[in-house]
């Protein structure tokens, strides 16, 4: 399974950005997909995931703000975050796995990553 995210970029505490994951190859295995995010000098920490069968997962501090949503017709994972606050500044990546375990020991599949900065 290959991941390609996009949206990623620059925007100021209180704005929106939409992330996207077009997914390709081997998808008929993937059960849950997710975004994670990593700030430097922090650990990645998983933000929010989805099953295949549409049950989202949102860590806390988004909870209200973020929404993961999946077009299972174009094989893309998004991640529309509103409000977003400097913290939020990180690389977020996309994630596949057929796993239901929310764990990042249990992703198989890894995008490149894509920045977001959130300035105050």
């Known amino acids: 399974v290959q991941l390609v995210e996009s949206g990623g970029g620059l925007v100021q505490a209180g704005g929106s950005l939409r992330l996207s994951c077009a997914a390709s190859?081997?998808?008929?295995?993937?059960?849950?997909m997710g975004w994670y995010r990593q700030a430097p000098g922090k650990e990645r920490e998983l933000v929010a995931a989805?099953?295949?069968?549409?049950?989202?997962y949102y860590v806390d501090s988004v909870k209200g703000r973020f929404t993961i949503s999946r077009d299972n017709a174009k094989n893309t994972l998004y991640l529309q975050m509103n409000s977003l606050k400097p913290e939020g500044t990180a690389m977020y990546y996309c994630?596949?796995?057929?796993?239901?375990?929310?764990?990042?020991?249990?992703?198989?599949?890894w995008g490149q990553g894509t920045q977001v900065t959130v300035s105050s």
């Open positions: 994630s596949a796995q057929s796993s239901y375990e929310l764990t990042d020991k249990d992703v198989e599949n």
């Open positions: 190859g081997s998808i008929f295995s993937i059960n849950v």
């Open positions: 989805i099953s295949s069968g549409g049950t989202p």
